[in-house]
């Protein structure tokens, strides 16, 4: 019976694995929509390019209109438990909470417990734990406010490579970032 | 040397080697002379130089607009 267990429960993990690897390739709507049904809480008008939202995904509150990319992920729970043999049964976990309109760069990981706020930008490969004050741009690891969200934003409006491109259709866009660049 | 003069020399060998001297009221931000890892670069300078220390809440566009507003940051800091 013992053996069994473990067998449907492998199973169950590598159905799950499969799931969320298909969610990687689908929509934006529908990959919300999933997670949602996993039980993480999330806003309006969110990006979302990863599914790495831990074993308990309903520990993770995230605001409205924040950015996720790709292989960004939220761990809830220490998986160091692992070595403490004698106290098999142990688990310490720890919600994640994020505010609204913030942008998570490639491949940032965030810590068990880590709160952050709105208005923040967390840079590419940072790895985030403890408290992220609002209006903040974190980077590194262990990631620090290296300037506020709006000191970044004048240095971003004033950019010698800013081009206004994001809305436009992709061949357009190619154009103008091709010509900005000199690029025949 | 005094700290506007300092914070000039460093900025200009940095970030505008090319064009050489800086107007102290030069806005730094719109001209778009220092980018994100060059603030990044500026404020270690400037807490290495000047033994400060900057806060996340020093770190906004008043203080980093011109040679002027980071000498007088720099002042603001040294004198508590």
Redesign the interface.
Known sequence: MRMLDLLMQRVAQLVESVRLRLLALASNERRIRALRRRGLRIGENCLVFTTAFSSDPYLVEIGDHVAISQGVEFLTHDGSVWIFQDHPEMDVFGPIKVGSNSYFGTNCTILPGTRIGSNCIIGSGSVVRGVI?DD??V?GNPAK????T???????V???HRLDTRNLPPREKKAIVRRHFGIV | MDVVQEIHDYIAAEFTPERGSLAPDENLLAQGIIDSMGILKLVTFLEERFGIEAIDDDLVPENFASIETLAAFVERKRNG
């Open positions: 004050p903040s741009v980077l406010v290296v300037m506020k709006s000191l970044l934003q004048q240095l971003l004033n950019h010698k």
